[in-house]
């Protein structure tokens, strides 16, 4: 809602309050202003001019030279290219010397030739947008009436001086949707009082009765509809202090009678439709539902196809407007009309809502009705409209209105104690504060044994039960001024639980590994859905899916991270690192809601890292991805648990993919994608890992312990151990460290060779042994017995020898 400053003025005396100040006090009572306009910031020297001679100009065709008189004496020699530029004009001159917007001066100047004294302007020139400027003046120059002044102030006769309130309104205060809406909620902010503009209606002997007869089928659509008719009207441009309200409240100017039924509509809110009597082309209004596949014009020359969700306004037969939305084009007021019939209804607001968003029409009028309007400002409107049409318009006002009233709407009445106001606001107000703010507001309020009985307008249909009353005493009392007081409570203060910080530390760890949080939708095709789940399991399918992409729960996080690897690579990001936290779903009994488990998975790809001033590149492989969940492990505690034995797995390298255990039960797996897979993908060698997390974080790990740093020297021995190829590395060193004894602190692989100096079958597998002990120096003879204890146990378990 745009509200003028100077117009607000007309209702609720502003004395000693600007517009900025009012705007801070309506922001702290509760509605935000968003923006406060200065329309003419930074518009200077423009006046009224008179063209007292135009020619064209002897050296341009589209150029006109004008003798323009400003009130200064002498006229002067302005060049104009605008095509609606005439003699006898009156129309508005930057002078030379004057600033426009966006700090343009102006300056004398030579014009193909001839000498230049200034500027004619058209108002999109002077800081209106053009959607708001009338059509005529659109492609041209703007021209005042004949009777102002030449040499006057030109920015306040184009009300340019004025500063327009942006109002940022919630759904509920629809009854801030007019100047005299605004002018109440300013009133009770500023204990002042709100002046109704006066209504004189002369009527004639006639009655409207006898020129239209009001019909109402849809009654619970239209419980109210008040039609006058206004005769002998004479159309032209309505009076230049209306049309420029208009275009500072949003609004383009038509013509007089138009005009006015919108400059009702931001007045009292109350949207009116003027219809051409003449083109009516019966005597009668019926208001009813369309029938379905009916058709009609609305003024936009649009054919619409209506149903019988729609309420149309109909001359008896067809209809002739689409009722709270626009009206229609064969009945629409034109420069010839003579007989306007004024329509001012109370339309329910979900029947207007539903045409409006078929027909993909949001109007002032449709906005307004579906917000809901007060019922009570109705027939004053259509007054108000009629007297303003006499008045501008030259028009004959017809005796009486022609109504259809079953409207059953009351004012609200709530009681409230004061008791109840202090103890939700915490505040210690008494009984002639609270009721010095319901007068404020205009509510009618009572005091019966304790209680306040408030009778609410119907301009505050919002307003319905007490704690909306609480609301209405806090805001006007003042949000700032409401005491600040900490919470009673004996409660604990909030803390992560422990999966909540071990969850956490994961984060953490990933991130400082050098991987990027992914999240992506839990929702994927019936296809994807099974891709690289480790848990067998039907997928669960949507009842009413949007789309067949997402229309199935996930069952593994892994094939939409490399949807996201792929997005990256096909934008030359190389080399991507991503990890996601997420749930998949699993099937439970028939008719019961899915078994939701939380999941870690991971894709890398590319390099790993890259010094380019040393040269020194390293692509990603299998070991950086296990490196990176070893890491993990041992920051939670898990890596003695922790068990990896080699996997084949669809989707997946037969030859570099693991299998993760934890503590002998299956979590996970980690290796690389398929070749054939990566193909398809189009990725280049891509690695990936995804972990029952749930089960990862919940299990039972020992406390650390810490070690002092050991003062006695410890022993190596290297063994190299000839084995069947097929045998695991990972399963001779369990072996070496179980058979090692408490001695034996350390056992890493360093080697594996498969030459053409080893056996057929056979592969060679390099291990250093560390051997120590904390309290004291070993000997070689307890280093040799428990090393041969390892050679033995090796070559009992897989048949393995020393390598020569």
Known sequence: MFVSYRWLQEYVDLTGISASDLAEKITRSGIEVENVEELGEGISGVVVGHVVEREQHPNADKLNKCLVDLGEGEPV????????????QKVAVAKVGAVLPGNFKIKRAKLRGEESNGMICSLQELGIEGKFVAKEYQEGIFV??????????????????????????????????????VAHEVAAILGRDV???EI???????????????????????PLYVARVVKNVKIGPSPLWMQTRLMAAGIRPHNNVVDITNYILLEYGQPLHAFDYDRLGSKEILVRRAQNGEKMVTLDDTERTLTEDHLVITNGIEPVALAGVMGGANSEVQNDTRTVLIESAYFKGLTVRTASKDHGLRSEASARFEKGIDPNRTRAAADRAAALMALYADGEVVGGTVEVDTLTIEPAVISITLDRINGVLGTALTAGQVKDIFIRLQFEVKEEEGSFVVTVPTRRG??????????????????????????????????????????????????????????TYSLTSEEKATQFAFEQAAPIRLAMPMSEERSTLRLSLIPHLLETVKHNNARQIDSVALYEIGSVFLPTAQGELPQEKERLAGAVTGLWHMHGWQGEKKAVDFYVVKGILEGLFELLGTADLIEYKLATKEGMHPGRTAEVFLSGVGIGFVGQLHPAVQKELDLRETYVFELDLQTLLTVDVKEVQYEAIPRFPSI????????????????????????GGKLLKEVMVFDLYEGEKMEPGKKSVAFSLRYFDPERTLTDEEVTKAHNNVLKAVEEAFGASLRS
């Open 462 to 519: 919002d307003i319905t039960i007490e704690e909306d009353l609480v609301e209405e005493v806090a805001r006007l009392y003042g949000y700032d001024h409401l005491p600040t007081t900490l919470p009673i409570s004996e409660a604990t203060p909030g803390r992560l639980t422990p999966y909540q910080e071990k969850r956490r530390k994961v984060r953490r760890f990933l991130e400082g590994a050098g991987l990027l949080q992914a999240i």
């Open 195 to 197: 002046k109704y503009p």
């Open 200 to 222: 004189a209606v002369k009527e004639n002997d006639e009655k409207a009765s006898d020129f239209i007869t009001v019909k109402v089928e849809a009654k619970e659509d239209n």
């Open 716 to 739: 190596s021995r290297d063994i190299a151990l000839v084995v069947e190829k097929e045998i695991p590395a990972g399963e001779i060193q369990r072996v070496v460290q179980e058979a």
């Open 144 to 181: 005042f009436p004949s009777d102002v002044e030449v040499g006057s102030d030109a920015l306040e006769l184009l009300n340019l001086h004025d500063e327009v309130l942006e109002l940022g309104l919630t759904p509920n205060r629809s009854d801030a949707l007019s100047m005299l809406g």
């Open 77 to 88: 020699q302005i060049i104009c290219g605008a095509p609606n530029v005439a003699q006898g």
